[in-house]
Nanobody, 122 residues
Framework: QVPLVESGGGSVQAGGSLRLSCADS????????MGWFRQAPGKEREFVAI????????YNADSVKGRFTISRDNAKTTVYLQMNSLKPEDTAVYYC???????????????WGQGTQVTVSS
């Protein structure tokens, strides 16, 4: 079982904000990069953002640049995705993932959470 648990999803109106959390309380993946992905109904899983093992390097997909921010706490127990200026097209199940940087960036992560639903209306 993958010890990654997402939370913070919900329903919000367009233009609103949500913050997702991915808990790795056992620090199983403290030496891995972490990423956020999303999957909308009928679509393939899409890369959203990545952060390296120590939290000092990030990269976001073009679709969310300027709106979403990925971060990692100092204890390496939680990865966050701050989502601002949400749009209806952001509606999806959001998953966190962990692995080596290139595997995460290439959507080849071996370790995944169960997902949290984000729904943006209007």
């Amino acid at each position: 079982q993958v010890p990654l648990v997402e939370s913070g999803g919900g329903s919000v109106q367009a233009g609103g904000s949500l913050r997702l959390s991915c808990a790795d309380s056992r620090r199983t993946f403290s030496n891995y990069a972490m990423g956020w992905f999303r999957q909308a109904p009928g679509k393939e899983r899409e890369f959203v953002a990545i952060i390296n093992w120590n939290g000092d390097t990030t990269y976001n997909a073009d679709s969310v640049k300027g709106r979403f921010t990925i971060s990692r706490d100092n204890a390496k127990t939680t990865v966050y995705l701050q989502m601002n200026s949400l749009k209806p097209e952001d509606t999806a199940v959001y998953y966190c993932a962990a692995d080596e940087w290139l595997r995460v960036l290439g959507s080849k992560s071996r370790y995944w959470g169960q997902g949290t639903q984000v729904t943006v209306s209007s």
